[in-house]
């Protein structure tokens, strides 16, 4: 057996790599910053572009440009630059431009504690944009999620030309851990499908398909990009049957793959009456709960979501079918609470929260649970 | 060569617009230079100067307001002899000011025409960073209050390599934007313009007039001497062809049995300067040597070279799940500043913690178990204490043995710094204090 010691962030940088990520640009910001750090050793090297951008706006403005040259593109900040991202963000969800944007969480709200955890961006990330059009976000539980969740933000990037967040904690992110390279289960990668039409539109979709090919801007073909509500043709439109055409493609080609890329772990035990749900780096001490209940003969399951967004719906029903009680853990003030009872509403759906910049404990769950 | 205008979609500006004059001449300047649709990008943003990637037959690029220099930055690393033209009103450039700044500091190849007509046409004419305090606009007298910004002064100083002042009614508007586009560097034409639909409803200005105060401002006409210098993309490239390939990090074979079982943690509690997370990456890599599992978590203050500094590892030979630590194995306190900050741990232990403890360094009430050590009598600086009391916790074996101690040393340094380090773990007692 062999290990690598590595915090999250480099599990990222590395994971982004392993994708052809071949362009970074980044604001520093705690705890984000070893992204950056890592990338500008590793990417100029194997011939991609890595840039400290003058702000977080101009940094994703950059990464825009790049991507739609044709580059594998990512960017990364913290609650702060996050907002800052916000309007960019609106631009490659309706523009529809491939991007990963890891969110590494820390206490808000506003600048809050640079060095303290939290898991308080989650519904930010899903609507800290114009148009509430839907976005795809992972939440990585370890180092090795790091890695892979990475590998698939930029598939999923690719494949459905829009942003995916990784939405990281500073507790991961921050936080060295020992994995085995080896062991990583890494996707096969997939790039964007590049268009061989002889008249090419940039934004028309083929039969049966939701989502436009891609020519990059400076190739032998014309292209056109803008942020304006647009036509296939890439110009601005005002006939409304376009247009809403144009904006219910971008909410299915979305929603209606949700299935395709619920990543989750689940423990479901059969004399269980309670079911956990849970995710980002709390789902490990729910995990050591879990572990704990088990051996004492008192189990209970537990659904670790890795894909937050669009809401696993399916899943969650699936995995909820038995439990009579479902209990939610999560580092803010229950923002996927909120999703988990909208769609288990004849369930008894409870919930403990902790945003004070430390970790939910086992021991707070259990008690929580009522089975200490 | 051809035209590259789309005369499917002809300019849309109001009667008398400035614009269009300069949309025609940048027509000329790139069919003169025998340009190709598919050799040129136009990036825009927003006001009436952003329609102008709708014009051309050119690769397009159209953003979000005093973005355009950013999109286009992306653009120019991405694809190099692509030629990148953007087009910013005077409002973008008071938006985007950090992105102009930016732009000029770094001189990658990139031609920016300002279509400077002193107020924001497309919302109603308000004031913009250039309008003169004494017009009449749409923001009321608000612009009587601030002082209109000299884009090309600010330009040179920030370090432009080119820039030039002119009127959009000029004859030889197209030489003037074709040497700006020829330019190898960051190039920028501060136009002067009219916007008949607001500004000269209650202002006068002719081209005369442009002429005029244009005569009475400093000249820019160009390439500016003292800032010259290496192209960013073209110096960035060569900067980098010289890099070796970075490969991941190589992984640790466990050859060690740990000289306990189960999970163990360990804080060590320091100060800045006392090589803490050194220290705390070294215990990890000694639990790399024998198969367990870690974590390390560092805690220390945003000025890095004052106050506490933290570090808290776990060893396991079982997945390391919550990552927290509540009942250490061993404490370390080599500093008041790092015992202070975890000060809650020590009233919960019980005597299976060890607290190796520092001479000189107090700690709360504990029933812990304590082993105290005085590091300074046997020799080691301060900044040594952590690794000589990781030596002092191997020689105990606790939670590692010295072999795992000494494999991870030479794991992590090299050369002189590993001499020195195995040395140093070697000297360190187990002496207790008097
Ligand atoms: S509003 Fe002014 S800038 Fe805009 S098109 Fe009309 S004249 Fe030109």
């Known amino acids: 057996m062999s290990s690598c010691l590595m915090e999250g962030n480099e599990a990222v940088a590395w994971g982004a790599l392993a994708s052809g990520c071949r362009f970074f640009a980044g604001y520093p910001i705690t705890p984000a910053t070893t992204i950056f750090n890592t990338l500008l050793k590793i990417i100029p090297p194997a011939g991609g572009i890595c840039m400290q951008g003058e702000d977080e706006i101009a940094s994703i403005g950059y990464c825009l440009g790049a991507s739609m040259a044709g580059l594998k593109s990512m960017t990364a900040t913290s609650g702060p630059g996050l907002s800052l991202y916000s309007e960019q963000i609106s631009f490659a969800i309706g523009s529809e431009i491939p991007l990963v944007i890891v969110d590494v969480q820390r206490l808000g709200p506003s600048t809050g504690s640079a060095t303290r955890g939290a898991d308080g961006d989650v519904q930010f990330m899903r609507w800290g944009n114009s148009g509430g059009l839907p976005v795809i976000v992972l939440a990585p539980v370890d180092v090795a999620d790091c890695f892979v969740l990475t590998m698939h933000a930029f598939n999923l990037a690719e494949e459905f030309r829009c942003p995916v967040f990784i939405a990281s904690n500073k507790e991961i992110a921050m936080t060295k851990e020992s994995f085995d390279p080896d062991a990583l289960i890494k996707p096969a990668i997939i790039d964007r499908i590049v268009s061989n039409e002889e008249k090419f539109f940039p934004f028309e979709v083929k039969e049966g398909c939701l989502v436009p090919q891609f020519l990059p801007i400076g190739g032998k073909t014309l292209v056109r990009q803008t942020s304006s509500t647009h036509g296939d043709d890439g110009y601005i439109t005002t006939d409304y049957n376009v247009i809403s055409r144009f904006q219910n493609r971008l909410k299915n080609k979305i929603d209606s793959a949700a299935g395709s890329f619920a990543f989750h772990e689940s423990f479901i035990e059969e004399e269980a009456d309670t079911l956990i749900i849970t995710y980002g780096v709390t789902a490990r001490a729910a995990k050591a709960v879990y572990d704990e209940q088990k051996k004492l003969g008192r189990p209970v399951s537990l659904l670790i979501l890795k894909t937050l967004w669009p809401v696993p719906e399916k899943l969650i029903r699936d995995k909820a079918e038995t439990a009579n009680r479902v209990f939610v853990f999560e580092m803010n003030m229950g923002q996927y609470y909120g999703e988990i009872r909208r769609i288990l509403p004849d369930k008894k759906v409870e919930f403990l929260g902790r945003m004070d910049g430390r970790l939910i404990s086992p021991r707070q769950i259990t008690e929580a649970l009522g089975n200490g | ?434």
């Open chain 2, 1 to 434: 060569m051809d035209s590259l205008l789309n005369t499917g979609r002809p300019p849309v500006f109001c009667p008398g617009c400035s614009h269009e004059r300069v949309a025609k001449a940048l027509d000329k300047a790139l069919s003169n230079m025998g340009l190709t649709g598919d050799k040129v990008v136009i990036v825009s943003d927003i006001g009436c100067s952003g329609l102008f990637d709708t014009f051309f037959n050119t690769h397009a690029f159209h953003g979000l307001h005093g973005r355009a220099l950013t999109y286009a930055a992306g653009i120019k690393l991405a694809k190099p002899d692509l030629n990148v033209i953007v087009t910013m009103g005077d409002g973008g450039i008071g938006i985007g000011g950090a992105h102009l700044l930016a732009a000029c500091r770094r001189n990658l190849n990139l031609t920016l025409l300002i279509l400077n007509n002193f107020n924001f046409g497309m919302t109603g004419g308000q004031f913009s960073v250039t309008t003169p305090q004494e017009a009449q606009v749409g923001s009321a007298f608000l612009n009587r209050l601030e002082k209109p910004l000299d884009v090309c002064s600010l330009a040179r100083s920030a370090g432009a390599p080119y820039v030039s002042r002119c009127s959009s009614y000029r004859n030889d508007l197209p030489d003037e934007i074709e040497q700006a586009v020829r330019f190898e560097g960051f190039s920028l034409i501060d136009m002067w313009g009219i916007c008949p639909g607001r500004y000269t409803k209650r202002n006068k200005l002719t081209p005369q007039i442009i002429d005029e105060s244009l005569a009475g401002n400093e000249p820019f006409t160009g390439v500016i001497k003292e800032n010259l210098r290496k192209e960013y993309g073209l110096h960035y490239r060569e900067i980098v062809s010289g890099l070796k390939k970075v490969s991941p990090p190589a992984g640790i074979n466990a050859e060690y049995a740990p000289p306990e079982p189960g999970r163990r943690e360990v804080v060590i509690l320091g100060s800045a300067g006392q090589r803490i997370i050194t220290s705390g990456d070294i215990l990890c890599t000694a639990g790399l040597t024998a198969g367990l599992k870690v974590t390390q978590k560092n805690d220390y203050n945003i000025t890095v070279l004052r106050g506490p500094s933290i570090s808290e590892i776990i060893l396991s030979p079982e997945d390391i799940g919550f990552s927290g630590i509540e009942k250490p194995s061993v404490i370390i306190a080599l500093a008041h500043e790092g015992v202070d900050r975890r000060k809650y741990l020590f009233g919960n232990l019980d005597e299976n913690t060890l607290i190796i403890r520092i001479k000189g360094i107090d700690i709360p009430d504990t029933q812990a178990t304590v082993f105290d050590i005085d590091l300074k009598e046997q020799g080691f600086k301060i900044q040594d204490w952590a690794l000589a009391s990781l030596a002092v916790m191997a020689r105990l074996n606790k939670v590692i043995s010295f072999d795992m101690l000494n494999a991870a040393i030479k794991h992590v340094f090299k050369d002189k710094i590993l001499e020195s380090a195995l040395n140093l773990v070697n000297r360190a007692e187990l002496k207790k204090r008097d």
